[in-house]
């Protein structure tokens, strides 16, 4: 008999990956258009915690009105003797995965950012009640990861519940991520990898080290290591970190290899310091974006709830769609809002010297990470909504990043015999994954330099009047 046999839908890793699109959603839990949600792993004492126990506090599934958009929240609370606080992080990334394998239900995201779907399809089937996710998390823990011997699951759509619990576990995911500041890269031999999102992102591998957190935000090297040493076999694993082959880019012999293998030879080489030429792959499921901006040759950062346009007129979500599905896409780097915390933060390009926007919500919420001599010369949304106020506020508040343009005007201040041999040498365009679509085929040129006799710049408007 099958571990699911009594729910309504299938249960299966060939569901993960699946999207429920907004036309067939029955319901959506938490989401962008909710300001509080939040999924929460928690380890009790064992008498604290009834093996198997599902609660539900707020309306079920059949009593939210078809199309709606709640607040959501789930706590996990598991007991076992050798279970320990160190591993809620490891158990809480687990509900992601598994919700995933329910047929029609869809999981992004994590911590204070989770976002789901039920579909109509799965609605009417029979899967209209809590009650059935907490038994599929249920037998999943406890298949899963044999040291968790009782899990009690709770599901909350009550929003005044909502509120209680939500700062409770934002300040538990604050504590989490305290504990695992300090460490450093260069002080571990050993860094880790997870390959959960590779349902949604084929050849994304996250490299885990003490200064640089998962893109998701929800595993730090301490739970890599928690989760590698629980379940070696599981989406986690340990990386022998190998010969160091570039210490300002963040260049490990034994992270090429394993990501090389892990991405199906797809990424050969990853620097984890910077989002130039090699920089981390981005998967789907990142609490922030980082991307270049040409026009001051520094780098903005916009993390998922933000709801405007950025300074260079895009959204978050046409920012992540260029980098998403585990590309690795020189200037844009999808991560976690702790890197930003970290000392190797972009330590390649500059670190906190190369940031010109973000967010005053980020702003506010990383600030005492923010050197004092540059955080109040980085512009957010209030300062600057296009590029041409950005470059004002920067030259205004003599950002450092502003050295950098008149080194660049000496450069093409150079004498015209020198600027003709860089024309010659330079290539005018290099990218580490460059697609193109001719006659039907999709070619993708790798590690691409472009060179060319004359580059000419049109604007849109120009090829309109023609
Ligand atoms: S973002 Fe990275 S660490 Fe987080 S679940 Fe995905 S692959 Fe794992």
Known sequence: MSMFEDI????????????????????????????EKFELAKVRPMEAVEDGKVTIIGPDLKDIPEGSVVPFGIIVETAGPTLDAGLEGVIERRIHGYLNYIEGF??????????????KKSFQKGLNSFGYLGKVLYRLFKSELSIIEKVQITFITDPAKITEKFSEAVADYE???????????????????????????????????????????????????ASASIDPKGPVFAIERGELINAEKGEFSGVNETVKKRSMGDVNKVWLYTAFDYPHTSCGCFEAIAFYIPEVDGLGVVHRNFKGVTVNGLPFSTLADSAAGGRQVDGFHGMSIEYMRSKKFFAADGGWNRIVWLPKE????????????????????????????????????????????????????????????????????????????????????????????KVIIKTLKDEKAK
């Open 362 to 453: 980020i702003k506010e919420r990383v600030k005492e990470f923010i050197p004092a001599d540059v955080v109040d010369k980085i512009a957010t949304e209030e300062n600057a909504t296009n590029t041409d106020d950005l470059k004002a506020f920067l030259k205004d508040k003599n950002h450092p990043i502003v050295e950098r343009w008149v080194e660049e005007t000496a450069v093409e201040e150079a004498p015209a015999e020198e600027a003709q041999i860089e024309d010659q040498t330079m290539p005018v365009m290099t990218a580490s994954s460059l697609p193109i679509t001719a006659g039907g085929f999709k070619i993708i040129l790798k590690d691409a330099k472009i060179y060319a006799n």
């Open 8 to 35: 309504p839908v299938e249960v299966g890793v060939i569901y993960e990956g699946e999207r429920v699109r907004k036309n067939d959603m029955q319901v959506e839990l938490g989401g962008p258009k909710v300001k």
């Open 106 to 119: 869809m999981h992004l995201n994590q911590r204070y950012d989770i976002w789901m779907r039920l579909n």
């Open 175 to 225: 504590a989490r991520d305290a504990k695992a500041r300090g460490l450093k890269d260069e002080e571990v031999d050993k860094v880790y990898g997870c390959v959960l999102c590779q349902s949604f992102a084929p050849s994304h591998v996250c490299v885990i080290t003490p200064q640089r957190y998962s893109n998701c935000g929800a595993i730090s090297w301490f739970d890599g290591k």
